[in-house]
């Protein structure tokens, strides 16, 4: 007896990535307690950059195919330790495709994302101690994951992978945005508060990003 196999279309993987960073984003922005906040926000990150990066391999794998760029298919077929943002900005290059202005923006804010999980992943514990009369405590780290007791981080992570999602789209000669990105990332809405910062404001390591 051999195991059944259940096809489905080809964009599914990415979009339920980022469905669930979207599901996990609405969790870290209400009353939770802070280890549920903090919790969602993580995920909310991870997931998002982990949805780009199905994009990124799905999307021109199916743009390479279409159009016959052995090159681009060879890269996007490869399996090394590269960043997303080095195979985005390799996609892009081998295609030949424009970088618009808001997708270049979207791209620096990537190498931030992308420093935040080497900092979020590979944190540098610095043990410490806390005393007080009566009372020591040793092996005391600062977590960085407390980060995302602010939502507005999670919150810009999600926002910057989607901004490329959509630019892709640009890139590709789509003219609805809107419906790409619904198809490939599950929703329609941009929307973000011109007040949030950069993504380098929570990012505290030396960067380690990978060149574009």
């Known amino acids: 007896m051999t195991d059944s196999i259940e096809l489905e279309q080809h964009y599914v993987v990415a979009s339920q990535y980022f469905k669930i960073a979207l599901e996990q984003l609405r969790h870290s922005e209400s009353p939770v307690d802070r280890t549920g906040r903090r919790y969602a926000g993580l995920m909310c990150c991870l997931t998002s950059l982990i949805g780009l990066e ?14 016959g760029l052995s090159d681009l298919r060879l890269m996007i077929a490869s399996t ?3 960043g997303t943002r080095f195979r985005l900005g390799q996609a892009m290059k081998l295609a030949e495709l424009k970088r618009s202005c808001k997708f270049d923006r979207a791209f620096n804010e990537l190498k931030g ?10 944190p540098k514990w610095s043990e410490t101690s806390f005393s007080m009369p009566n009372i ?5 780290v600062d977590n960085p994951h407390r980060i995302f007791d602010d939502p507005n981080c999670a919150q810009a992570c999600l926002h910057w992978c989607l901004v490329l999602v959509a630019e892709v789209g640009v890139s590709f000669g789509v003219s609805d945005t809107k419906g790409f990105l619904f198809h490939w990332a599950g929703t329609f809405d941009l929307e973000i508060p011109s007040s949030i910062p950069s993504i380098d404001k929570w990012v505290k390591t030396t960067p380690t990003a990978p060149p574009p």
């Open 54 to 67: 199905a994009f990124t391999n799905t999307a021109f794998e199916v743009y390479a195919s279409q159009r």
């Open 80 to 82: 090394g330790a590269k």
């Open 113 to 122: 994302i992308e420093n935040l999980r080497t900092q979020i992943v590979h």
């Open 136 to 140: 020591a405590i040793h092996g005391l």
